[in-house]
């Protein structure tokens, strides 16, 4: 098994149907990862820990999933240097628009590089990592172009009745 160069973190196993949708792009694209539940909330210590270590355990990007008043992004991109991209789990309450407005409005110094609320941010979340690793990996770059050239290929030209 490779070394994870991807953390997939979430607040709870409740935000595990969105963020597969990070860990099944970087399947796809044959990127090892690693997916754990680090609560900003209810579990501070491991996210401590997970922070403290995750440039010496060899992670080179995190996506961090959450919802609600989701500080899990925010607070690992303040332990960690390593690149923090947010994905806003979209909530029942407020729809998502909470999770995004906790993650995406950080204070200068500690950024976190905010995807779209739900299933298609945590999607662009893998992308995202991968076009990161991608910058000094090219056989993972020639997979990520072929992917896209793909997606491209597969919209049709013309709308048809459905
Ligand atoms: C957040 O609270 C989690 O990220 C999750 O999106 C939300 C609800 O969590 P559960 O009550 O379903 O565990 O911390």
């Known amino acids: 098994m490779a070394k994870p160069s991807v953390g997939i973190i979430m607040g709870s196993q409740s935000d595990w149907s969105t963020m597969k949708e990070a860990a099944d792009i970087l399947d796809t694209l044959e990127i090892a990862y690693e997916a754990r ?36 992004p925010g607070m690992m991109a303040s332990k960690t240097r390593v690149p923090v991209i947010g994905v806003p789990v979209q909530t029942r309450a407020l729809s998502g628009v909470d999770s995004l407005y906790s993650i995406v409005q950080m204070p200068k110094g500690f950024p976190v590089a905010t995807m779209a609320i739900g299933a298609a941010g945590a999607a662009n979340g893998g992308l995202m990592a991968a076009g990161i690793l991608a910058l000094h990996d090219a056989a993972l770059a020639q997979r990520l172009d072929a992917w896209r050239a793909a997606l491209s290929a597969s919209i049709p030209e013309e709308p048809v009745d459905e």
Request: zero cysteines; a positive charge.
């Open 37 to 72: 539940i680090v609560s900003a909330h209810r579990t501070p210590d491991r996210l401590w820990d997970y922070g403290k270590t995750a440039v010496s355990r060899g992670l080179q990007v995190i996506i961090a999933g959450a919802g609600g008043a989701a500080h899990l």
